[in-house]
């Protein structure tokens, strides 16, 4: 009975902290030039191109 104890609480603790860090991912293409442009403002702010597109989507949408 410990293990299953233990299996339930391990569960519901997963449960909870994906809840709190849920992503959505998707993918999408983009232009080639758009994908370069996109490439070079974030190295110009240390960033990786995604988390550069993030940043863009927040100021976007206002988040």
């Known amino acids: 009975m410990a293990f299953e104890d233990k299996k339930n609480q391990l569960k ?3 449960y909870k902290s994906e809840i709190k860090s849920r992503r959505i991912q998707k993918s999408f293409t983009l232009k080639e030039e758009v994908a370069n442009e996109l ?4 190295k110009e702010e240390e960033l990786t191109a995604s988390r550069y597109l ?3 989507l927040k100021e976007q949408f206002n988040l």
């Open 12 to 14: 519901d603790s997963l």
């Open 39 to 42: 490439v070079r403002k974030a």
């Open 54 to 56: 993030e940043k863009l």
